[in-house]
């Protein structure tokens, strides 16, 4: 067996130096290599303006759409680092119907772009991710370099009054073109700062007749209550949302239920599988949690509701009388635990649990931990609509979205299969 030599730390820190030149050395190939690239699409895209107006001609016979040399140079802050860039110039004579000079506008490299929208939306993720605003400097430096002209902390300071115009604008915004087939509701709880008191946000998602997950409420509530819920629901009707969900999926939280019947009379309710767990699972000691825990993956993992029947009461001859509580626990929901039968089986993994919102809202209560709360219930409030905002971009559509259209034709589902009418 072939012995291995050790590296003395002289020659680590060697090593460590050729692996920094070498990352250095790339980073300014690629730095350069986008550079590049830029001004070549710039000099496509002006070549292409001119060429479309070149028959466009004066009393002379001269183009009135020609190149002017190119623009002082200017630096443009990307995730590569800052891209030194000096623009092509057009020369345009032309008038429009109002006598005005006509300008060209590179759509690629607007006039007073200083830095790419990518880094734009980094100074909030960075803030919403758990960056105190006085590390903001260390870590914009570390990610573009020390020359990042204004990316400075005190940008977030204007963020937040923006972000704050941007969610009173969304909250008056028109629902009534879209038609909302599913619902998911949850209360997120985050302490504030300087109180003993945890806010609660009620943030409702919703699944359009396309199978696209919208975010459709971010309010402050108050413990979940019916009164604060009730609010939501029917600033959402007001606002739009004239005809009932199909179905409802969130927690045991009474408030929401209580709500949902008085605003939206026909929407099925069905409880989520992950909260209900959770809860069954808190009532019974460690030792027995395990195979419990398996007992009702079987339940709500059966493929016809008849078979989650025999597992519901395959759990309770388990526990019932050794622990009453688990099994109480589990049966008041029985019904609205399984109501995901009657809609496709497509659509099953989409509807057993609010996922949609826990996953969304985790960094929520990351950010929440590391800065001790964010200052007030105003700039929470924001902070949390900021960061579900960006997470709605990445949302993925429903499984089989075409099914949505067979639910809103009113057909029926049985263990996720559609009914066939039988033929006349």
């Known amino acids: 067996m072939k012995r291995v030599a050790k590296c003395e730390p ?11 030149q070498v990352k250095s050395a790339l980073d300014a190939v690629l730095q350069e290599g986008a550079r590049q690239m830029l001004l070549a699409a710039i000099e496509a895209e002006v070549n292409g303006y001119i060429q479309e107006r070149s028959q ?30 000096r623009a092509p110039r057009v020369n345009d004579k032309r008038r429009d119907a109002e006598g005005r000079r006509c300008r060209f506008t590179s ?22 991710k ?48 879209e038609r909302y087939v599913y619902l998911w509701a949850d209360g997120i709880y985050c302490n504030v700062r300087l109180g003993d008191e945890r806010q609660c946000f009620l943030v409702i998602i919703g699944a359009t007749a396309e199978g696209e997950k919208h975010l459709l409420a971010v309010a402050d509530g108050f413990r979940e209550s019916e009164l604060s819920w009730m609010d939501v629901l029917q600033d959402l009707k007001k606002r739009g949302m004239r005809e009932d969900p199909k179905l409802a999926v969130a927690d045991g939280g009474l408030g929401f239920w209580a709500a949902l019947p008085k605003v939206f009379p026909t929407t099925r309710e069905q409880r989520c599988w992950v909260h209900k767990t959770a809860n069954v699972l808190d009532k019974m000691p460690k030792s027995s949690q395990g195979k419990a825990k398996k007992m009702l993956h079987d339940i709500y993992l059966a493929e016809t509701k008849e078979a989650a029947e025999k597992a519901f009461d395959l759990f309770g001859d388990q526990y019932r009388v050794k622990l009453p509580k688990a099994v109480e626990c589990l049966e008041k929901d029985r019904e609205v635990l ?22 969304t809202f ?42 949505i259209v067979h639910l809103i034709e009113g057909k029926s589902f049985k263990d996720g299969i559609m009914v066939q009418e039988n033929a006349a």
């Open 338 to 359: 399984r109501a995901f039968y009657d809609f496709p089986a497509e659509h099953w993994a989409h509807l057993r649990t609010t996922n949609p919102i826990e996953s």
């Open 130 to 177: 758990g960056i105190s605003t006085g590390d903001f400097s260390e870590a914009l430096a570390a990610l573009l370099g020390p020359a990042a002209p204004g990316l400075s902390a005190t940008t977030v300071v204007r963020l937040k009054e923006v972000w704050r115009r941007e969610y009173d604008t969304w909250c008056r915004r028109d629902l009534s073109g």
């Open 56 to 85: 466009e001609r004066d009393s002379n016979g001269h183009c009135l759409v020609v190149r002017n040399g190119h623009g002082q140079e200017r630096g443009i802050t990307t995730p590569m680092g800052e891209l030194r860039v």
């Open 10 to 20: 002289a020659d680590q820190e060697k090593v460590v130096s050729v692996r920094e």
């Open 362 to 403: 985790a960094s929520v209560r990351l950010r929440h931990r590391r800065t001790k709360g964010c200052g007030s219930r105003e700039a929470s409030l924001t902070m949390v609509f900021m960061l579900a905002r960006q997470a709605e971009r990445h949302w993925r559509r429903l499984k089989a979205a075409h099914m």
């Open 107 to 128: 759509a690629i490299l607007p006039p007073y772009l200083r830095k790419t929208r990518s880094v734009e939306e980094l100074i909030p993720w960075l803030y919403l």
